[in-house]
Structure formats: structure tokens, C-alpha cells
């Protein structure tokens, strides 16, 4: 057991062996590689990858910001350049990820373009329309905006330190941004099938 558990790869291993093991066992009518089956597949990979980047954006925003001006200087090279280029490095990939089964579970549901016209066609798919244009929003932000200026801000793109803390502060404040937006975006995924 401990040496699952003293390895994140065994351990990610194991929790994917134990939902296929759920799978199998209680889903196995489902088995039928139709439409249905791959629109769950690519249900379950993108609420995999949002809570790796929504759980990331929640951690940037309530512990790591909030706790920099508590460590004494001579420790914050801890968080800037070995915490928070992982966390950034698994934030990024983490919302290209939720972007691309999004974008791909809207097309199996079959109304992606309807769905980016916020349901203006049928009507039927408004709520996950907005959401998917304020996740857009909000992946164009971890890209564009907060990603090249962290870069800055951590050292790993060199600049004048006042462009440096320049840097810093917009990325706060594109994260701040995500933050708010994350809470209707999450509102919109969740009620398209259970409210809409
Ligand atoms: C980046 C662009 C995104 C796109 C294009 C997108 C697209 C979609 C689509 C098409 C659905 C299916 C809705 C339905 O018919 O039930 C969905 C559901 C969902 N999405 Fe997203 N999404 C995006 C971002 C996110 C993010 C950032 C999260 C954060 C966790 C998220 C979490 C969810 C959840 C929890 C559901 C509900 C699943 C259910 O109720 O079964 N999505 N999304």
C-alpha cells in the first residue's frame, strides 16, 4: 500500500484502475461504444480537468496570495520558484484541457455552434452557452494575460523590477477576475442538465 501512496503516479494509477473497476461493475450496460458513452467519456475527462484548474485558480486565490505577506522574505523563494511554477504549470495545461472536452463533449451533445449562440436557434442551450463563453473568457485569461505576466512576476522571463511588480499585480487581478467569473461559469455547467 505504501508504496502506491509514496508514488503520485501509482496513486493516480490506482484511482483510475478503481473508476474503471466502478465502471465495469455497475455501468457495464453502458458498455455499448455509442454516442452516449463517448459523450460520458468526455463528461467525466472535462470535470476531471476543471477541478484540476478551477481547484488550482480556488488554491491561487484563498491560500497562496492570501499567505505571501505572512512568510518572511528569506522563504518566499519556496512559493515563487518551485510552488507556484508547478501549480501554474498544472493550472495552464489543466484549462486547455476542460477547454478542448468541453468543446468536444458540446459537439457530441450536439449543440455546439447553438450553444455559442447562446441558445438563440433552439432556445434549449442558453445556460451552457454563457458558461462556455465566461470559461472561454476565463481560459484567454490564464493564457494571454495571467501566464505571460507570472512569468515575469516569478523571474522566469527576466524584466526591470518595476515592470516586474507591474506584472505581479495584473496577474492578481486577471486571477481575482477568474475567481468572480468562476462561480456563474460553474453555475451555467452544472444547470444546462439539471435546471435548464
Ligand atoms: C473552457 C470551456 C468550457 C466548455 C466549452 C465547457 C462545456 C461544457 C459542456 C458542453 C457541458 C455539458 C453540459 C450538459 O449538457 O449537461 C459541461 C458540463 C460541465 N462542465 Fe463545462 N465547459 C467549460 C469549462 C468548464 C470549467 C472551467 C469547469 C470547472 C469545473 C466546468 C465544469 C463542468 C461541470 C461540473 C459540468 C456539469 C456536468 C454534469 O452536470 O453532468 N466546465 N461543460
Redesign the pocket.
Known amino acids: 500500500m505504501s508504496a502506491i501512496l509514496t508514488s503520485l503516479r501509482n496513486t493516480v494509477i490506482t484511482g483510475v484502475v478503481l473508476a474503471l473497476a466502478l465502471f465495469i461493475l455497475i455501468g457495464h450496460d453502458h458498455t455499448s461504444y455509442d454516442l452516449p458513452f463517448w459523450a460520458f467519456v468526455f463528461?467525466f475527462l472535462?470535470?476531471a480537468s476543471?477541478?484540476m484548474?478551477?481547484g488550482l485558480l480556488w488554491y491561487f486565490n484563498f491560500v497562496q496570495i492570501p499567505s505571501m505577506p505572512k512568510i518572511p522574505d528569506e522563504q518566499k523563494p519556496a512559493i515563487g520558484k518551485v510552488i507556484a511554477p508547478t501549480a501554474l504549470f498544472w493550472f495552464r495545461w489543466g484549462?486547455m484541457s476542460?477547454?478542448i472536452t468541453?468543446?468536444v463533449?458540446?459537439h457530441l451533445?450536439g449543440y455546439m455552434v447553438d450553444?455559442l449562440l447562446l441558445g438563440t436557434q433552439t432556445g434549449q442551450a442558453t445556460f451552457?452557452g454563457v458558461?462556455?463563453w465566461l470559461?472561454?473568457i476565463?481560459?484567454f485569461n490564464v493564457w494571454f494575460v495571467i501566464w505571460p505576466n507570472q512569468k515575469k512576476a516569478l523571474g522566469i522571463v527576466q524584466v526591470e523590477p518595476d515592470v516586474k511588480a507591474k506584472a505581479a499585480r495584473t496577474a492578481m487581478l486577471f486571477s481575482r477576475t477568474n475567481t468572480v467569473l468562476?462561480v456563474p461559469?460553474?453555475l451555467c455547467?452544472?444547470a444546462?442538465?439539471?435546471l435548464g
Do not use: D, E, K, P
Request: no cysteine; charged share 5%; glycine share 10%.
Open positions: 463528461r472535462h470535470i476543471g477541478v484548474w478551477i484549462a476542460t477547454l468541453g468543446l463533449l458540446a451533445n450553444a451552457i458558461g462556455m470559461a472561454i476565463m481560459w468562476s461559469m460553474l455547467m452544472a444546462q442538465s439539471h
